[in-house]
Nanobody, 116 residues
Framework: VQLQASGGGLVQAGGSLRLSCVVS????????LSWYRQAPGKERVLVSR???????YYADSVKGRFTISKDTAKNTVYLQMNSLRPEDTAVYYC???????????WGQGTQVTVSS
C-alpha cells in the first residue's frame, strides 16, 4: 500500500488548508483512515480518525476546526483544516489501517506551517 499526501503549505493564522492522501488500492472497507502530526521536537500524535463504521475521532485541540472525510471513488482521504493556529504547525501524515489486527501504512508527510 502506498500513500501520497499533499496539500500542506504556509498559511496565516485563521486561514485554511485541505490535506489530501491518495491511497493505492480501494479504501472501501479500510478499518481506519487517520491523520497524525508531528511538531518539531515532539512525538507524532493522532489528529483525526475515520473508522469503518463511520465514526470519527478528533483530538481536543482540533475539534470544531478540522474535518476528516473520504472519497471512496478517488481512494482519497482528506483533512479540511480551518481557523488554523500557529500551534498547528507540524508535518502531517496520513495512516491507513486496512485490518484492525495488522499494522497500517504511513504516507510520506506534508508540512503545514501557520504564521502568526
Amino acid at each position: 500500500v502506498q500513500l501520497q499526501a499533499s496539500g500542506g503549505g504556509l498559511v496565516q493564522a485563521g486561514g485554511s488548508l485541505r490535506l489530501s492522501c491518495v491511497v493505492s488500492g480501494s479504501i472501501f472497507r479500510v478499518n481506519a483512515l487517520s491523520w497524525y502530526r508531528q511538531a518539531p521536537g515532539k512525538e507524532r500524535v493522532l489528529v483525526s480518525r475515520l473508522s469503518i463504521d463511520g465514526s470519527t475521532y478528533y483530538a481536543d485541540s482540533v475539534k470544531g476546526r478540522f474535518t476528516i472525510s473520504k472519497d471512496t471513488a478517488k481512494n482519497t482521504v482528506y483533512l479540511q483544516m480551518n481557523s488554523l493556529r500557529p500551534e498547528d504547525t507540524a508535518v502531517y501524515y496520513c495512516y491507513v489501517q486496512r485490518n484492525r489486527l495488522l499494522p497500517g501504512n504511513w504516507g510520506q508527510g506534508t508540512q503545514v506551517t501557520v504564521s502568526s
